[in-house]
């Protein structure tokens, strides 16, 4: 079964500066998709960016940008110019191509900004 | 469009007891999953439904059932509560069923079992 790892559970950025948060997964499929979710206080879960195993390049949505090493199963995502409105629980997750209904999800990492 | 809403946004039980839970998708969309949020497991996949049929169903025991109405509308059900059971429960809805899509959570239903 596909499992999904952050080995962070908290980090901490200050305002303006560039942190990167981790998560390994462990797959035997070649083609499935990734995303990192951010669960801010409020609790509603919001995508940051999704990646697709077959595409090298890396992701990158604004401010945000991702690492994707499919050799080594890691998919890490970069924070630039961390804001605010950026500190949340940030969820990594792995979907499946052949099985697409199921949505595995790391432990999160709870990412603090420091003004 | 409205977002993915769910009722009631708060729920207190004691054990023993049923509860029900309610999700309305985003417009358009016919995949809803539900999801449990606990400190220590984190986020569970419970199950999925697409068209009124159960896609997928996690980990979870019997006592935690759901449904699709016709229009969309999902109900999650868990019979005999037990205090394990507390813990925030998320839905989540996509257009479809391609892997590719995104899924779009609503506010979570946070159940105190007491």
């Known amino acids: 079964a596909q499992t999904v790892t952050q080995s962070q559970p908290e980090m901490s950025v200050q305002e303006a500066e560039t942190v990167t948060l981790s998560c390994t997964y462990d797959?035997?499929?070649?083609?499935?998709?990734l995303f990192w979710y951010k669960q801010p206080p409020s609790r509603q879960m919001i995508l940051v960016i999704r990646?697709?195993?077959?595409?090298?390049q890396n992701a990158t949505e604004n401010r945000f940008s991702v690492n994707f090493q499919k050799a080594a199963k890691s998919f890490s995502l970069k924070i630039s110019d961390s804001q605010l409105g950026d500190a949340a629980m940030y969820f990594c997750a792995y979907r499946s191509v052949l099985n697409n209904n199921d949505m595995r999800f790391g432990a999160g990492t709870r990412l603090t900004v420091k003004p | 469009k409205a977002g993915v809403t769910q009722t009631p946004r708060y729920l207190i039980k004691t054990r023993g007891q049923q509860v029900t839970l309610s999700c309305s998708p985003i417009?358009?969309?016919?995949?809803v999953s539900w999801y449990q949020q606990t400190p220590g497991q984190g986020l569970q996949f419970l199950f999925e439904y697409f068209s009124e049929t159960q896609r997928n169903k996690g980990n979870f025991p019997g006592r935690f059932s759901g449904r699709q109405f016709s229009n969309s509308r999902s109900e999650m059900n868990v019979s005999t509560l037990e205090l394990g059971d507390s813990a925030l429960y998320l839905c989540?809805?996509?257009?479809?069923?391609?892997?590719?899509?995104?899924?779009?959570f609503g506010p979570g239903t946070r159940l105190l079992v007491l």
């Open positions: 417009s358009g969309h016919r995949s």
């Open positions: 797959t035997s499929e070649s083609d499935y998709y």
């Open positions: 989540a809805s996509r257009a479809g069923l391609a892997s590719q899509e995104t899924q779009y």
């Open positions: 990646q697709e195993a077959y595409k090298q």
